[in-house]
């Protein structure tokens, strides 16, 4: 499987959100403070790409929208693809490393088991990243 990052930070938010549970388009540009007019393209693209889904039972105005099972699985490629970037600084002196983190979500690595619930993890800094 080809893996590939999710490069729009706007798509990334909206399918992360949509992760806990349905959401309507001005709920999403709310929670991101971003303009209807972007919130509701971003959301459109999304659904054309089969990423989300929208109940259109009730009408088309303030339809929820869902994250599909191809959404999940665009999340997933995404966070291995992020790994995969990392694959060559992970070794075994470090047991874990933040491979990403945005406002809301933190991506860790682990090369072994955590010993306790009390974890350190790695500054990614030493890593050149793009």
């Not at 399918?15 to 971003?34: N, P, Q």
């Not at 303030?62 to 291995?80: I, K, M, Y």
Request: aromatic fraction near 4%; charged fraction near 20%.
């Amino acid at each position: 499987m080809p893996t590939r990052t999710i490069r729009s930070a706007a798509h990334r938010h909206i399918l992360v959100w949509l992760r806990h549970g349905s959401s309507t388009v001005s709920e999403i540009a709310a929670a991101f403070g971003m303009r209807m007019p972007h919130a509701s393209l971003a959301c459109r693209q999304l659904r054309e790409a089969g990423l989300i889904t929208r109940d259109e039972s009730g009408g088309l105005r303030n339809a929820p929208l869902f994250l599909s099972q191809r959404g999940v699985e665009r999340l997933r490629e995404d966070a291995v693809s992020k790994m995969l970037g990392y694959a060559d600084v992970l070794s075994s002196t470090k047991a874990s490393m933040v491979l990403h983190a945005d406002d809301t979500n933190v991506l860790l690595a682990y090369t072994q088991s955590p010993v306790g619930s009390l974890v350190f993890v790695a500054n990614p800094a030493s890593h050149d990243q793009e």
